[in-house]
T-cell receptor, first 109, second 115 residues
């Protein structure tokens, strides 16, 4: 059974600092990995999708890397802003999506 | 990205009644739709997977007679919580993917409160 772990569970940083969010998974036989953002009481917003054959994806201030063989992905958010405060979830796809518990980020103004 | 619309965003119902939640893909054909439940400060728990025109596949421990899922078209899936009880109160989220089962897009979620 696929297990997805996200560390840390919570993170608080001052505005402008770079964020590093970690995701690890136990079964490397995945199709892709997706990073999501969830605001309180809301659904999930897809941030980045990395196919199993890719090493990284970038979108604006966001960069996600994937090391499938070691079962790890990292989401980098550059120059954090208060609006980046949210819970970030990673999920890996096999026949279905398996989610981590998320990292709750607070960016202090 | 593609848009998935979920309705209602919140609902309060009395114990014993049924509640229907709709999930629509607005700009793509959703071959597969997924229904999740999320408890406070926890991650998403997959309840069932539905393919258009087929019966839903339920995860272990999910009562199929209580959580009725219909995926009658490529743009609409519904989840009906039958004979709702307070323990069914939760946040329900749908997700949809296209034929390639590639990127998953999520609805806004529905907060169900059973009183």
């Amino acid at each position: 059974k696929q297990e997805v772990t996200q560390i840390p569970a919570a993170l608080s940083v001052p505005e402008g600092e770079n964020l590093v969010l970690n995701c690890s998974f136990t079964d490397s036989a995945i199709y892709n990995l997706q990073w999501f953002r969830q605001d309180p009481g809301k659904g999930l917003t897809s941030l980045l999708l990395i196919q199993s054959s890719q090493r990284e994806q970038t979108s604006g201030r966001l960069n996600a890397s994937l090391d499938k063989s070691s079962g790890r992905s990292t989401l980098y958010i550059a120059a954090s802003q208060p609006g980046d405060s949210a819970t970030y979830l990673c999920a890996v796809r096999q026949d279905k999506l398996s989610f981590g518990a998320g990292t709750t980020v607070t960016v202090r103004a | 990205g593609a848009v998935v619309s979920q309705h209602p965003s919140w609902v309060i119902c009395k114990s014993g009644t049924s509640v229907k939640i709709e999930c629509r893909s607005l700009d793509f054909q959703a071959t597969t739709m997924f229904w999740y439940r999320q408890f406070p400060k926890q991650s998403l728990m997959l309840m069932a997977t539905s393919n258009e025109g087929s019966k839903a596949t339920y995860e272990q421990g999910v009562e199929k007679d209580k959580f009725l899922i219909n995926h009658a078209s490529l743009t609409l899936s519904t989840l009906t919580v039958t004979s709702a009880h307070p323990e069914d109160s939760s946040f329900y989220i749908c997700s949809a993917t296209g034929a390639r089962l590639d990127e998953a897009f999520f609805g806004q979620g529905t907060r169900l409160t059973v009183v």
